[in-house]
T-cell receptor, first 113, second 113 residues
Framework: QKEVEQNSGPLSVPEGAIASLNCTYS??????FFWYRQYSGKSPELIMS????GDKEDGRFTAQLNKASQYVSLLIRDSQPSDSATYLC?????????????FGQGTILTVHP | DAGVIQSPRHEVTEMGQEVTLRCKPI?????LFWYRQTMMRGLELLIY????????DSGMPEDRFSAKMPNASFSTLKIQPSEPRDSAVYFC???????????FGPGTRLTVL
């Protein structure tokens, strides 16, 4: 079983729709959760981090965390073509391994006009 | 700030040759990470340093890979001898210990023929 799994893509949504990206993790003790966006041919960049159960909103992005279900998601409202990218879920297990992230395989999102 | 700097951006070499990848982290960041990204395996952590000291090298695939960080502003990842299966994009990232944001460099695309 992979440590961090993301819903298989690619995901295609029309402009203006809500894009929903999902991620599950195996280490129940994980502390911190991140969403990175990676445009084709570019490097990953952090767009959201979440540490507590519930929702965290930042503009059009909402991260949701459910530690009991070991599940984290990213919602993108009013999707734009510029949101087309690969979205990577990353998990930090906590403890002494500060900064050591495990990444999911990524979900390719395409927003079509 | 110039961000994380990596060189070269592209490297094409022949099997058996030595390859050295270079990274300059963001000034003041005390963590440095080396990642490898392929279509098959996704983004994998190879090794990371804290205050120039290697903390975890469990992701280094084999003895052909080595990494050093002689000072706070420079790190190298060396592959000797290189093999075609080492072809990938290698990213360097840095992190300030008081933050949770890893900043990635532009990456080095390595092709081993």
């Amino acid at each position: 079983q992979k440590e961090v799994e993301q819903n298989s893509g690619p995901l295609s949504v029309p402009e203006g729709a809500i894009a929903s990206l999902n991620c599950t993790y195996s280490d129940r003790g994980s502390q911190s959760f991140f969403w990175y966006r990676q445009y084709s041919g570019k490097s990953p960049e952090l767009i959201m981090s979440i540490y507590s159960n519930g929702d965290k909103e930042d503009g059009r992005f909402t991260a949701q965390l459910n530690k009991a279900s070991q599940y984290v998601s990213l919602l993108i409202r009013d999707s734009q073509p510029s949101d087309s990218a690969t979205y990577l879920c990353a998990v930090w297990p906590g403890g002494t391994s500060y900064g050591k992230l495990t990444f999911g395989q990524g979900t390719i999102l395409t927003v079509h006009p | 700030d110039a961000g994380v700097i990596q060189s070269p951006r592209h490297e094409v070499t022949e099997m058996g040759q030595e390859v050295t990848l270079r990274c300059k982290p963001i000034s003041g960041h005390d963590y440095l990470f080396w990642y490898r990204q392929t279509m098959m395996r996704g983004l994998e952590l190879l090794i990371y340093f804290n205050n120039n000291v290697p903390i975890d090298d469990s992701g280094m695939p084999e003895d052909r890979f080595s990494a050093k960080m002689p000072n706070a502003s420079f790190s190298t990842l060396k592959i000797q001898p290189s093999e075609p299966r080492d072809s990938a994009v290698y990213f360097c990232a840095s992190l300030a210990g008081a933050s949770d944001t890893q900043y990635f460099g532009p990456g080095t695309r390595l092709t081993v023929l």
